[in-house]
């Protein structure tokens, strides 16, 4: 049985997946500049592992070419995408080490370039619906696997994509919170969106690694405050990728 590969994309904290058997790392070109992933098998299927930020971390999240990334999964055969975004909660009753399985989110971006369809292509002007845009299967996908290892996530949350790299005011998350934001990150958008353009399936872990800015103790977010919540928590993430793909693998054998 022909099985399409599994698109993961992660960032901060997520930089190698040790469980990829026989990983290739492939740099490719696209129509919107090079994109480079690893090709490994995962529990015998086939998965693409894309670190958002590029090697070491090294592009910020404004600077991050979200249409070469799409573009080089789309390529690559890929259909579904589980995304990983670590973020700051805007929701007082969220706490870092938190898991949510995303459902929406607001762009409060600027200056970056965030669709496929700039009017030139055979389709003309495109205007994208993206309700659901995180896709109802792979959400269900998600939340059963982290059922499955016992590890507690919100079903729902709304992401709030800020332009970066600076960290959000007070009065932002304020905002964000009046529009119904959950969590605050800075590279959820336009990647969900350009996936649902390129017809792919995206669904999206969002773990939070500090309060908002204002929100709880009003001391200033660190980097060193992110890391150790990263160290503690990321392997929640990977057990809930680990029995979604072993979950497809047993299907799919
Ligand atoms: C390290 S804090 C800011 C950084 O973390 C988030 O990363 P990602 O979305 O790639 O998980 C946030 O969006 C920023 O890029
Ligand atoms: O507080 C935050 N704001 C935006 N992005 C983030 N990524 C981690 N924490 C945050």
Known sequence: MMTTPLGIIAGTGFYDLDALEDPVVETVET????????????HGIPVVFLTRH???????PHLVNYRANIRALADAGVRDVVAVN???????????????????????TKGRVSTFHDGSGPEGVVHVD??????????????DAASVVGEAIR???????????????????????????????????????????????????????????????????????ITAVLAASSAKVLAILDDLVHTRATFAS
Do not use: K
């Open 54 to 60: 590029g090697a070491g971390h090294s592009v910020p």
């Open 86 to 108: 670590v973020t700051g909660s805007i929701d007082p009753e969220l706490e870092p080490g938190d898991l949510l399985c995303l459902d929406d989110f607001l762009d409060f």
């Open 155 to 225: 079903d729902g949350g709304v992401y709030a994509c800020f332009e970066g790299p600076r960290f959000e005011t007070p009065a932002e998350i304020r905002l964000a919170r009046l529009a119904g934001a959950d969590v605050a990150g800075m590279t959820g958008v336009p990647e969900v969106v350009l996936a649902v353009e390129a017809g792919l399936r995206y669904a999206a872990i969002s773990l939070v690694v500090n309060p908002a800015a204002g929100v709880g103790a009003q001391d200033p977010i660190t980097m060193d405050e």
């Open 31 to 42: 129509a919107y500049g090079e994109a480079r992933f690893t090709r490994g098998r995962w």
């Open 130 to 143: 993206v309700v659901g845009a995180y896709h109802p299967e792979l959400r269900r996908e998600i939340l």
